[in-house]
């Protein structure tokens, strides 16, 4: 089914396809075209998810979870565009949900990623500094860190970031407004010993 | 000492050390397994569309059968108010009411229970 897309699809990139193609040839259940759009979306929703749950293991799950209902029902996006705000959307809402039902559990020790550099003196430095910055994200009240989140890691418009929150563009501001102001109240105490050892490592 | 407030410049590049995370290895696999198990099982059920019915012929029978209904109330109006009434039945019937007790007939379902009990004895 796939190649019926391909001829009508866009030629050129790694994805001839585009979301709309790919989209409607799952609504057909085409699960080679559904691949291809997990394979393009899966990482920022789980990036996403990750950092709204603080690292927990169950990050993956729920990123699947979106998927899955996505694959159950693609008719559901109504515009290919809308797409990545939709499975943002579904996320977050599946991650409070996962809330509701289980208090939040902080980011362990062991669950957090290093990036694959094996400098094991510079991993340490750089991990503990990332330790602080993420523990002080997680403290962030949930909307307000899923603001941050979009915004400031994943680089969302601050439309679109509105769109995923459901609210104004004024209200989305003022999220990330009063996160940047948390944050510096809770990061100022060990600021110089955090932008030092941030400098150490060169950054 | 916690020294000046920290600058919007300052917090970007504290923010830019935050843990990345990545994907774990083999969750795009896992994912596409499990939708692959569930398969093109599609959990919307598309509704029919509604089939609007043809309107009914009207029928004229409707019309002719109600010409004796209301032939029938007329005569019943006429008969009731020139009192004529008593005279349709036959003399027998007259008699055989006159001496019927309602007193002591079977007045509804409260008399259910003592035929009941009557017949069970």
């Known amino acids: ?203 | 000492m916690t020294g000046p407030q920290m600058s919007d410049d300052e917090l970007d590049r504290l923010l830019s050390a935050a843990t990345r995370p990545v994907v774990p290895d083999g969750a795009l696999a896992r994912l596409n397994a499990r939708i692959a198990r569930e398969g093109g099982a599609d959990n919307v059920v598309a509704l029919q569309r509604s089939v609007k019915e043809p309107p009914r012929q009207s029928s004229r029978l409707g019309w002719l059968a109600g010409l004796p209904l209301a032939a029938s109330l007329v005569l019943g109006i006429y008969l009731g108010s020139s009192g004529a009434g008593p005279g349709f039945l036959p003399d027998t019937a007259y008699e055989l009411l006159s001496g019927v007790n309602l007193e002591d007939s079977m007045s509804g379902i409260d008399d259910v229970l003592s035929v009941a009990e009557e017949s069970s004895t």
Not at chain 1, 147 to 166: C, D, K, R, W, Y
């Open chain 1, 1 to 203: 089914m796939l190649q019926s897309v391909a001829t009508g699809g866009q030629s050129g990139g790694s994805h001839p396809h585009t979301d709309a193609d790919l989209l409607a040839a799952s609504v057909r259940k085409d699960q080679r075209a559904f691949a291809l759009l997990v394979e393009r979306h899966f990482a920022l929703v789980y990036r996403v998810v990750w950092r709204q749950m603080n690292g927990h293991a169950d990050a993956e799950d729920v990123a699947q979870e979106a998927f899955l209902r996505l694959w159950k029902n693609p008719g559901q996006v109504r515009e290919a565009g809308a797409l990545k705000g939709w499975l943002l959307r579904v996320a977050s809402n599946l991650v409070t949900d996962r809330f509701r039902k289980a208090p939040a559990e902080t980011l362990g020790d062991d669950d957090v990623f290093v990036d694959g550099r094996d400098n094991a003196e510079e991993a340490l430095g750089r991990r503990q500094v990332a330790t602080a910055i993420d523990d002080a994200i997680a403290q962030l009240p949930e909307r307000q860190r899923l603001a941050l989140t979009l915004v400031h890691f994943e680089q969302l418009s601050n439309a679109a970031a509105a769109a995923v929150l459901e609210v104004s563009v004024d209200a989305l501001e003022s999220l990330l407004a009063r996160a940047r102001r948390t944050l510096k109240e809770k990061l100022n105490p060990q600021k110089q010993l955090l932008l030092a050892g941030l400098a150490a490592e060169g950054r």
